[in-house]
Antibody
Framework: EVQLVQSGEEVKKPGESLKISCKGSGYRFTSYWIAWVRQMPGKGLEWMGIIYPADSDTRYSPSFQGQVTISADKSISTAFLQWNSLKASDTAIYYC?????????WGQGTLVTVSS | DIQMTQSPSAMSASVGDRVTITCRASQGISNYLAWFQQKPGKVPKRLIYAASSLQSGVPSRFSGSGSGTEFSLTISSLQPEDFATYYCLQYNAYPYTFGQGTKLEIK
C-alpha cells in the first residue's frame, strides 16, 4: 500500500527555523516526483515546488523560490520542506503528494502555526 | 507562469442537479489538467487526470473534458457527498498552478 506519512503539527515563533518531512512507503521512492502544496487557513491550494528523489532535481514556484528549501534523502525515502526564518504568513497546512499517470497519493498534511 | 482561472468561484445547487465547473488556462496546456475535490478538513482527492481520465474509484457521475485552454468538470447528478470545493491543476509546465477553487454548496 502506497503511503506518504508527514511529520506532526508544529508551533513555532517568527524567525525560527523548521524542517518538516514526508516519508514514502509502498512504492519505489525514486520513481516519482514529490510535490509540496500549501493551504493557508480558509484559502485554496498553492503549488510550491517539486523534487525528483533519484537525483534531487528540484523546481520551485517563483512565489516560493528563496523562501523555502525542498530536499530529499532517498536512503530513508523521505522528502523535506524547510524554512530558515519563519513568518506568521507561513501559517498553513502543507501537503506532500506524488502523481504520475493514474497514480496520485497525498500525505495527511502538516499544520504549521507561526505565532509570537 | 500559467494562470488558471476557474468559474464560478462559488455556486449553489440541489441534489440531482447537473453541474459544470470550468477552468481556463492563460496559455495552451494540451490535456495536462487534473481536477481535485476537497472537503473541509480533508486531504484533496484527485477526480480526473489528463483532462478526461477518471481516477480509479471515483464515481462515473464525474467527468472531465477539454483541451488546450478550456476545460470543464461535470457532475451529472449531484449527490449529498459532492458538496465540496473543487480545484483544477495544470501540470503542463513548471510551475504547476491550481485554479482558485469553486465552492459548491447546497441550495
Amino acid at each position: 500500500e502506497v503511503q506518504l506519512v508527514q511529520s506532526g503539527e508544529e508551533v513555532k515563533k517568527p524567525g525560527e527555523s523548521l524542517k518538516i518531512s514526508c516519508k514514502g512507503s509502498g512504492y519505489r521512492f525514486t520513481s516519482y516526483w514529490i510535490a509540496w502544496v500549501r493551504q493557508m487557513p480558509g484559502k485554496g491550494l498553492e503549488w510550491m515546488g517539486i523534487i525528483y528523489p533519484a537525483d534531487s532535481d528540484t523546481r520551485y514556484s517563483p512565489s516560493f523560490q528563496g523562501q523555502v528549501t525542498i530536499s530529499a534523502d532517498k536512503s530513508i525515502s523521505t522528502a523535506f520542506l524547510q524554512w530558515n526564518s519563519l513568518k506568521a504568513s507561513d501559517t498553513a497546512i502543507y501537503y506532500c503528494a506524488i502523481s504520475g499517470g493514474s497514480t496520485d497519493y497525498w500525505g495527511q498534511g502538516t499544520l504549521v502555526t507561526v505565532s509570537s | 507562469d500559467i494562470q488558471m482561472t476557474q468559474s464560478p468561484s462559488a455556486m449553489s445547487a440541489s441534489v440531482g442537479d447537473r453541474v459544470t465547473i470550468t477552468c481556463r488556462a492563460s496559455q495552451g496546456i494540451s490535456n495536462y489538467l487534473a481536477w481535485f475535490q476537497q472537503k473541509p478538513g480533508k486531504v484533496p482527492k484527485r477526480l480526473i487526470y489528463a483532462a478526461s481520465s477518471l481516477q480509479s474509484g471515483v464515481p462515473s457521475r464525474f467527468s472531465g473534458s477539454g483541451s488546450g485552454t478550456e476545460f470543464s468538470l461535470t457532475i451529472s447528478s449531484l449527490q449529498p457527498e459532492d458538496f465540496a470545493t473543487y480545484y483544477c491543476l495544470q501540470y503542463n509546465a513548471y510551475p504547476y498552478t491550481f485554479g482558485q477553487g469553486t465552492k459548491l454548496e447546497i441550495k
